[in-house]
């Protein structure tokens, strides 16, 4: 009897283990030694330093830039729904803490740079402020026809209580200091972020550009100046304005947009600090600009007409 007992006792630990190994949840992926280009939104990556008080705690395929301070921390840009969770390990990982994340910021309403703001602002607490064009989208989980990608992109986690910010309005925690710049374009809101990171009496100035990309629905057109008065111009003033700034460290939403991962890290090819970085980012996609004008200009009529 002893023995069919220890029998049966084995069996049940057999399975509850089985049990519990079945509810229990998969392990979390772990960061790429290095990011590959073109990596998926979704790649966990490796946080780091950027420099001074500045750090890349997105994923390989998405940015988002953590600058801290010990009143608290900012954040720039949640990437996607999903990479939330990564964002917020890269941040503990790191030795800080995502309840002291005081303020989240955006560059452009889109589901692959504020997917993840949502659940950022319920676990850290912080306010979300953002400029006045790009407020109504993250309240409402997706702009409106202003959006030139509005019939194809995906809608994200709405964002309650957006602070409106004007262009050129300062947003300030302890030390630090950025300033919103109105880049509109790629969306309405799209907005570029600027501050200095300083370390051992050296200051370096920080831009961290919109996409400023060209790129739309099936429907939208940049030089229809009927259907969007004004937004080809506007377009045109904010790639003046992201190239013209005081620009040493260039980020960018997208990393490949501004090779990012052959410029940090310890697997590093290309310098840092590049002070004529903006203007080339610039040029580049005034480029790009203008073949999408030319691709708009050399539509058959009928497709013309049927937008």
């Not at 946080?47 to 954040?75: E, F, K, M, N």
Request: glycine share 8%; with cysteine; hydrophobic share 40%.
């Amino acid at each position: 009897m002893p023995r069919y007992f220890a029998l049966a006792a084995l069996l049940l630990c057999g399975v509850a283990a089985s049990a519990l190994a079945a509810t229990a949840p998969a392990p979390a992926p772990r960061p790429a030694a290095a990011c590959p280009e073109g990596a998926d939104w979704n790649m966990p990556a490796a946080p780091l330093r950027i420099y001074a008080d500045t750090w890349y705690v997105g994923t390989c395929g998405l940015s988002s830039i953590l600058i801290t301070s010990p009143q608290g921390h900012v954040l720039i840009d949640g990437a996607t729904e999903k990479a939330a969770a990564l964002i917020e390990a890269n941040i503990r990982a790191l030795g800080f803490k995502v309840e002291d994340v005081r303020v989240i910021l955006n560059s452009h309403e889109h589901l692959d740079h504020a997917g993840g703001i949502a659940q950022l602002q319920r676990d850290s607490g912080a306010t979300v402020m953002a400029l006045s064009a790009a407020a109504g989208a993250l309240e409402h989980g997706k702009g409106d026809r202003g959006d030139p990608q509005y019939l194809s992109i995906e809608a994200f986690p709405a964002i309650p209580h957006v602070k409106r910010l004007k262009d050129g309005e300062e947003v300030t925690l302890g030390p630090i200091r950025l300033t919103a710049h109105a880049t509109p374009g790629h969306t309405p809101g799209a907005t570029t972020w600027t501050w200095d990171s300083c370390q051992d009496g050296r200051c370096h100035h920080m831009v961290y550009a919109d996409s400023l990309s060209a790129y739309t629905d099936d429907v939208y057109r940049y030089s229809d100046e009927a259907a969007h008065p004004g937004a080809l111009a506007s377009f045109r003033q904010a790639i003046a304005t992201m190239a013209a700034l005081p620009c040493d460290i260039l980020l960018t939403p997208h990393p490949d947009a501004s090779q990012m991962w052959k410029r940090l890290g310890p697997n590093a090819t290309l310098p840092l600090v590049d002070e004529t970085a903006c203007h080339r980012y610039g040029a580049a996609v005034t480029a790009r600009l203008d073949k999408r004008l030319a691709d708009e200009k050399a539509m058959p009529e009928k497709e013309k007409a049927a937008r």
